[in-house]
T-cell receptor
Framework: AQTVTQSQPEMSVQEAETVTLSCTYD???????LFWYKQPPSRQMILVIR??????QNATENRFSVNFQKAAKSFSLKISDSQLGDTAMYFC????????????FGTGTRLTIIP | AAGVIQSPRHLIKEKRETATLKCYPI?????VYWYQQGPGQDPQFLIS???????DKGSIPDRFSAQQFSDYHSELNMSSLELGDSALYFC???????????FGPGTRLLVL
């Protein structure tokens, strides 16, 4: 079974600053995906970024980037030039490549962007 | 772009009643997942379907059942509702198994 750990329950940062959210996971799988989902106050689950475990290059989506360290089983999210609209709960999630495609989520990090 | 549609968006039921939640996946997505998110918790996987067949099963109570129909929409049926079933129920869809899951807006169920 997979486990996902987010050790930062809450974080806050000034607008326009950079913030990094941490995530570690445990698995015996070799092929898998990692995701960051954002859940704003509306409670919609919005995909932020995805990383395939077989890719060494870290994924990037505009102001969002990840630092994927497969050996260390670490998957952090960096948000650059943070904006008020980034205020949300952020969930790290794991999905095996085949045979068990459910998402396993961490407990989330509540991020507040301060004007 | 078309998104996952869930209905109803809000539902209030009494204990021991029955509820049916519906999910319409993104067009050409053949895989549907159901998750339950309690207050202050992360989403928990309930059940999934691929090509109208049950694919995987999580911590879904026996009082709950689900299916995927020929048009790929899915329904989650919940019977003998309990207070603890009050939660946000998400449906997600993906283009294939082991592909990125896109979530619907959720159905908020309140059991009184």
């Amino acid at each position: 079974a997979q486990t996902v750990t987010q050790s930062q329950p809450e974080m806050s940062v000034q607008e326009a600053e950079t913030v990094t959210l941490s995530c570690t996971y445990d698995t015996s799988e070799n092929n898998y995906y990692l995701f960051w989902y954002k859940q704003p106050p509306s409670r919609q689950m919005i995909l932020v970024i995805r990383q395939e475990a077989y890719k060494q290059q870290n994924a990037t989506e505009n102001r969002f980037s990840v630092n994927f360290q497969k050996a260390a089983k670490s998957f952090s999210l960096k948000i650059s030039d943070s904006q008020l609209g980034d205020t949300a709960m952020y969930f790290c999630a794991f999905m095996a490549h085949f045979g068990n495609e459910k998402l396993t989520f961490g407990t989330g990090t509540r991020l507040t962007i301060i004007p | 772009a078309a998104g996952v549609i869930q209905s109803p968006r809000h539902l209030i039921k009494e204990k021991r009643e029955t509820a049916t939640l519906k999910c319409y996946p993104i067009p050409r997505h053949d895989t549907v997942y159901w998750y339950q998110q309690g207050p202050g918790q992360d989403p928990q996987f309930l059940i999934s379907f691929y090509e109208k067949m049950q694919s995987d099963k999580g911590s879904i109570p026996d009082r709950f059942s689900a299916q995927q129909f020929s048009d790929y929409h899915s329904e989650l049926n919940m019977s003998s509702l309990e207070l603890g079933d009050s939660a946000l129920y998400f449906c997600a869809s993906s283009r294939d198994r082991a592909e990125t899951q896109y979530f619907g807006p959720g159905t908020r169920l309140l059991v009184l």
